[in-house]
């Protein structure tokens, strides 16, 4: 089984990227199954249905969010379908709570069945409407169905907490991938057969901050401004990725940084 996630897809060049690079990495790479971070594929900010259609049609085949998630209205139609998941660990009286959706769910794939489960770290300031992602991973742990491979997406602002989320679950999930912080990190590694990145990296405009245009940002930065709008970048794409391979019993065999960028 091998199974592409791809990192915080950011505006439209994120969305040309994976149009651009998608569909030739799945047949190079014989790949089964192709997870996104999606939270700011729609000019930065959650995901309309116009844009899940458009990755759907691209290859994508589910789909995890994070803080930004409930930025639009219609993302609860979104939620609706069955191949997403928001943030798991939402405090019950979470205003967030009514856009619907769910944080963990199963899928079958060529008769393996994987879980995919998303968390939100307690370092995003979101206005405390997160439980702890320790308790709550506990809980889906314990509670889970049986499943056969299952991947954590930790959307979490420190290296610190993704890594000792990492060291606290490593061997009782398939694999935790940081996403939030759109660098990619060098640190991929497997423990106990769970595979491990601190960050999967962006899919946007290469030369802005982190996907957003350098132009609104660096004025926050030099004191002229106290606050930046949030507009995605323009330039060149770059695709950032990871690539899970499991053998014939599940086991996680190996973790690939996967990093292009447009020609």
Known sequence: MRILFIGDVFGTQGRKAIKKELPQLVKDNKIDFVIANAENTTHGRSLSLKHYKELMD???NFFTFGNHT?????IKEVLKQKNTVRPANLKEVAPQTKFGGVGTREVKVNGTIIKITNLLGMSIP????????????TKI???TDKHDIHIVDFHCETTSEKNALFLKFA???????????HVQ??????????????????????LGVIGADAEEILPVFDGTKAKFILKPSDTPYQFSAVLLEFDKDNKTKAIHRVLKYEQ
């Not at 979101?126 to 991973?137: A, C, F, N, R, W």
């Open 58 to 60: 691209a290859g994508v």
């Open 70 to 74: 409930w930025q639009l209205d219609e």
């Open 126 to 137: 979101m206005g405390d409407i997160q439980e702890s992602p320790v308790k709550t991973l």
């Open 141 to 143: 742990i314990k509670e």
């Open 171 to 181: 061997g009782k999930v398939s694999a935790i991938l940081g996403t939030h912080t």
């Open 185 to 206: 990190t060098a640190d991929e590694k497997i423990l106990k057969n769970t595979a491990y990145i601190t960050d999967v990296g962006m899919t946007g405009g290469s």
